[in-house]
Every structure is written in C-alpha cells, then in structure tokens.
C-alpha cells in the first residue's frame, strides 16, 4: 500500500510516500480502508520533534514510527481473532497513535467507534481529536450546565469552532473571541458574542465567565483569572509559547501552582480518547447540533502541502484530506 512517511523530523518538506506492506490485524486489531483524514495539532509536534522532551519517547535523532497521521474514517477491512466490537464493512471513525494518512491503517479497536447511519465519512473523519478535546474541557473538567457563561479564547481554530457548538449544545451562554476575517463564521455556528481581539481586550471588559476555555495561549495568566468569576473554571489547552526544548511545560507548572492558591480551578487539558466521546460527538453531528468548520477540502495525495500550510497557524476549523478507497 501507500503510505506517507517521515523518515527525519522536520516539517511538510520532509514527507514522502511509500510503498509500505499492507498491515495484517493483530487479536484487538481492526484494519481500516481509510476513506478520510484529518490534521492535528498532534500530527505537527510528533512530525517536528517538538518539543524536544518527546523525542525521549518518540526517537532522539528520527522518529521511531515513520508513519503518520491520527485521525480518520474509513471502512473495516479485516479484524482480529478477539474483535467482536466490528466486522467487516462497518463505517468507523477514530484517533489512532499513527499510520492514518495511508491507503489502509491497523490499529486497537479502543480507537474507533461506528459512524452512524446520515454521517459522512469526511464528517466523521474531521472530528475526532478536536472535537473530544472541546467536549473533556468543557463537560469533564468545567462541569459545564446550562446557563454558564462560557468564553472560548482561539474560537475559530480546529478545537475552538467545537468548543462553541458543543458549549451551546450543552445549554451555556458563549462569548468567542477570534480575528476579525473569522468573526461571522463563529457567529454562524453559534456563538451569542463575538470579540475581536484586534480591537478588543476580553480581560478588560469588566465581563466575567463561569468556564474560560483557552486555546489561543496568547494571555497571561492573570488575565484570564480577572476574567473568571471568584468559583469559575480556567482550562487550558495551550499554554504559552516556551521553546524547542520545553514547549508550554512552564505555563502549565505556573497553572498547576496557582490552582493550589485560589478558589478558582485552573487545569491543563490532556485529552485521552474514548470511544464513548466519539460516539457522543457523533450523535450531536446526526443531529445537526454540531457541524465540523473545514478550511481546506485537500486529496490525501497532497498530505504534505496540507501539513505546511497547517504549520502556519490562523486556523479556520479543520483541514481535511479524502482519499480514493482501495480494495
């Protein structure tokens, strides 16, 4: 089969593809035609080796796994001897540790979850590590109930445009805070306020949150505490810029500490996947309660455009990838 390969760190220039062997199932295995792929912010660190404190798990001087890509959708191809989850034929989307920009991908069967009858594939393919990254902030770690005013700082990116939705579908009041070239497409899926934080400073408005969600890393940490009602909720899923070596790993220690202090809650966001947040991510889309923002519709062939252009920042939802299923 085809695959894209990173053979050394780096950014899109170093991909190439392959002609890889097709992978067999392992016992808990499912092996996926992959129909659809997304980028994450994910895919960029492990591609780049930063910060560099991955490399002790991931490879010092070259990846250990040269395959690449998370998310995607697809359709099951073969299964383990001990899956009884899926079988063959069955529509399944998920976030998998890596190989999804492939013609076909192996993995557990922990990773996946069906995609329901009226959902896309391209849908389901775009959802995954964004879309379970705005619901454990949201719901999980800012028990979010209806009525709580919630802020989304980074609202128009890949996490931010679910975080909007999903707040919404959840009952809460939503201030989004974005650039000017995205302020009508936040308005669009949702948000009841839109700042514009070229001309407005969110922090000083005199407005308080019950949940301020941060993606945009760009504030200090005293700002948003001013911006948070004395019980609210700060979650980050960010953290400041910190360097190749380090990344945010200072900002989150300074977040961690402060929490010690303050009868607000403030918490990093590490999300794990599950497939019970798929599922549920994927009765909101049926419903027409949540519908993925996708910036650029690209060919799977041209993965290593799409990762360049992504590494450049000012997301507007997602890049998607599509590919033309094998058998």
């Not at 514009?196 to 969600?213: P, S």
């Not at 940490?221 to 609210?232: C, F, K, N, Q, V």
Request: with cysteine; aromatic share 6%.
């Amino acid at each position: 089969m085809t695959a894209w390969v990173a053979p050394r760190y780096g950014g899109g220039e170093v991909l190439r593809t392959e002609i890889v062997p097709r992978p067999e199932p392992g016992e808990r295995d499912v092996v996926v035609c992959v129909h659809a792929a997304s980028l994450c912010s994910g895919d960029l660190h492990l591609l780049s080796g930063t910060p560099y404190l991955l490399r002790l798990g991931f490879g010092l001087r070259r990846p250990k796994n040269r395959m690449i890509g998370q998310n995607l959708a697809g359709e099951v191809v073969a299964v383990g001897a001990e899956v009884s989850e899926f079988q063959v034929g069955d529509r399944v989307f998920g976030e998998v540790p890596s190989g999804a920009f492939a013609e076909f991908v192996r993995a557990d069967v922990k990773w996946f979850a069906l995609v329901p009858d009226g959902l896309d594939m391209e849908t389901a393919a775009a959802m995954p590590d964004s879309g379970m990254t705005a619901l454990q902030g949201l719901r999980d770690i800012g028990k979010l109930a209806p009525g709580h005013r919630v802020l989304v700082n980074g609202a128009s990116g890949g996490v931010g445009t679910f975080a909007v939705q999903i707040a919404k579908a959840l009952g809460a009041h939503v201030t989004a805070v974005c650039s000017t070239r995205h302020l009508d497409m936040v308005r669009e899926i949702g948000a009841d306020t839109v700042i514009d934080y070229t001309t407005t400073d969110f922090a000083a408005r005199g407005e308080t949150y019950d949940i301020i969600f941060d993606l945009a890393g760009n504030r200090k940490l005293r700002d948003h505490r001013r911006a948070l009602t004395p019980e609210g909720v700060f979650i980050s899923s960010a953290g400041a810029p910190g360097g190749n070596w380090f990344g945010p790993i200072r900002w989150l220690g300074s977040v961690l500490l402060t929490n010690l202090f303050t009868s607000q809650t403030l918490k990093p966001l590490l999300m794990r996947p599950a497939t019970a947040d798929l599922q549920y991510l994927a009765e909101l889309a049926t419903t027409g309660s949540l519908r993925p923002v996708i910036q650029r519709h690209l060919p799977l062939s041209e993965a290593a455009a799409a990762i360049s252009l992504f590494a450049e920042g000012h997301a507007s939802g997602k890049t998607l990838l599509t590919a033309s299923p094998v058998r």
